[in-house]
C-alpha cells in the first residue's frame, strides 16, 4: 500500500511563496512519476507539474515561470516552490504518484492566494 502525506498549504497574498511537500511511503519501487494537481469547486482537477523519477518535467502553461518541481528520491518527497502566486492558483492541491499505472492520492492542501 502507498500512502502520500502532503504539507505547506496555507493563506498567503498575491506575490507571494509557498512550498508544497509531499512525502511518499508503502511499497513502490523504479519508474515512477510524482505530481501536484489542483482542484477549485466545479472544476475538474487539472494537472499542475510533474516529474518522473528520471527527471523529466511536465507544467500546466499557466505556472511555467513561477512553480518548480523538484523531488529527493532518496526521501521520496516531492516539493513544489511557488512563487508570484496569483488569486487563480487558489485550490486545493493534491500529491499524486504514478506507479504501475495506478494512481495513488494524498488527501489535499488548501492553498488561498488573496488579492
Known amino acids: 500500500q502507498v500512502q502520500l502525506v502532503e504539507s505547506g498549504g496555507g493563506l498567503v497574498q498575491a506575490g507571494g511563496s509557498l512550498r508544497l511537500s509531499c512525502r511518499a511511503s508503502g511499497n513502490f519501487f523504479g519508474t515512477n512519476t510524482m505530481a501536484w494537481y489542483r482542484q477549485t469547486p466545479g472544476k475538474q482537477r487539472e494537472l499542475v507539474a510533474s516529474m518522473s523519477s528520471g527527471g523529466i518535467t511536465n507544467y500546466l502553461e499557466s505556472v511555467k515561470g513561477r512553480f518548480t518541481i523538484s523531488r529527493d528520491n532518496a526521501k521520496n518527497t516531492v516539493y513544489l516552490q511557488m512563487n508570484s502566486l496569483e488569486p487563480d492558483d487558489t485550490a486545493v492541491y493534491y500529491c499524486?504518484?504514478?506507479?504501475?499505472?495506478?494512481?495513488?492520492w494524498g488527501q489535499g492542501t488548501q492553498v488561498t492566494v488573496s488579492s
Open positions: 499524486n504518484l504514478r506507479f504501475m499505472a495506478t494512481d495513488y
